[in-house]
């Protein structure tokens, strides 16, 4: 008996030393983020939708009367004499937003230094023909599209204090496809 336990001690020790080096050699990933959670919105353009209404810092669809920081809605443009509901990107109310172009989404970690001088003064700047709008409509193929798809947008939460990164990836038949992360 006393022969098998010194057999099983060795292997026992060899074991412990593989596991040890197994764990010890693990790629530890600061920033869980960097590829992001990725969203794909309900139809916002269907008949009786009230729009996609997002928070960030729950990562889920709310109702239009929580708090939310990113919107997707059927806002009224006027084109001459007409008025048409063009599919827009709202900003919520509690939010700073900078767009970057710079900066491939996967590789921003951390809040630009800048960011507090980028941030849009006029939150309709990413709404439909705004100077930074997220989703534009082209009257030759009469088909909306997100418009420079690799921009990274920085939103900053007034609320906690937190700060996310989101990219568009795609808009097609009234659904939106984005991903973000915190920084």
Not at 20 to 47: M, P, R, S
Not at 134 to 139: E, H, R
């Amino acid at each position: 008996m006393k022969g098998n336990f010194l057999m099983s001690k060795p292997l026992l020790s060899v074991i412990m030393i593989s596991y040890l080096l197994l764990i010890g050699c693990e790629d530890k990933e600061t920033n869980n983020n960097q590829a992001g959670e990725e969203v794909i919105t309900h139809d916002i353009d269907a008949i009786g939708a009230s729009g996609f209404y997002f928070n960030l810092s729950s990562g889920t669809e709310v109702d239009s009367s929580s708090t939310w920081h990113v919107s997707f809605q059927m806002i009224p443009v006027e084109f001459g004499e007409a008025t048409y509901m063009m599919p827009s990107l709202i900003l919520g109310a509690t939010t700073y937003t900078a767009e970057y172009t710079d900066i491939l989404f996967e590789d921003m970690e951390d809040t630009p230094d800048s960011f507090m001088s980028d941030y849009f003064q006029d939150a309709s700047a990413v709404q439909y023909s705004g100077s930074n709008e997220v989703l534009q409509y082209d009257m030759q193929s009469h088909t909306v599209s997100v418009k420079d798809p690799e921009r990274v947008f920085v939103v900053y939460e007034l609320g906690n204090h937190k700060t996310y990164k989101i990219q568009f990836n795609e808009y097609v038949s009234g659904v939106i496809v984005f991903q973000y992360g915190s920084l």
